[in-house]
C-alpha cells in the first residue's frame, strides 16, 4: 500500500523558516518524481515544486522560486521542502504527491494528507 505522510508544518511569523517532510512507503521512492502542491483556504491546488527521481532536476511555481528548496534523500525514502521568507500568503495545506514517471510529467497518482502551514504574526 502507498502511503505518503508530510509533516513540518505549522505557525510561523512573516519572514520565518519551515522544513517540511513527506515519507514515502509502498513503492519504489527512487523511481519516481515527487511533487509539492498546496491549498489555501478558499483557493484551488497550487503547484509548488517538483524533484525527478534522482534529485538533480527540480523546478518551482513562480511565486515560490528563490525563497523555496525541494530536496530528496533516496536512502531514506523522504523528500523536503525548505521554506524560507515565508509570507501569509503562503499559508495552505501543503501535500505531497508522487508522479506517474521518474521525470517530473505533473500526473500524480498518490497524495498525502497534508500538513498546515500558517504564516502569521
Known amino acids: 500500500e502507498v502511503q505518503l505522510v508530510e509533516s513540518g508544518g505549522g505557525l510561523v511569523q512573516p519572514g520565518g523558516s519551515l522544513r517540511l517532510s513527506c515519507v514515502a512507503s509502498?513503492?519504489?521512492?527512487?523511481?519516481?518524481?515527487m511533487s509539492w502542491t498546496r491549498q489555501a483556504p478558499g483557493k484551488g491546488l497550487e503547484w509548488v515544486s517538483d524533484i525527478d527521481s534522482s534529485g538533480d532536476i527540480t523546478t518551482y511555481a513562480d511565486s515560490v522560486k528563490g525563497r523555496f528548496t525541494v530536496s530528496r534523500d533516496n536512502a531514506k525514502n523522504t523528500m523536503y521542502l525548505q521554506m524560507n521568507s515565508l509570507k501569509p500568503e503562503d499559508t495552505a495545506v501543503y501535500s505531497c504527491?508522487?508522479?506517474?514517471?521518474?521525470?517530473?510529467?505533473?500526473?500524480?497518482?498518490?497524495w498525502g494528507q497534508g500538513t498546515q502551514v500558517t504564516v502569521s504574526s
Open positions: 509502498g513503492f519504489t521512492f527512487s523511481d519516481y518524481a
Open positions: 504527491s508522487k508522479d506517474l514517471s521518474s521525470g517530473a510529467t505533473k500526473e500524480y497518482d498518490y
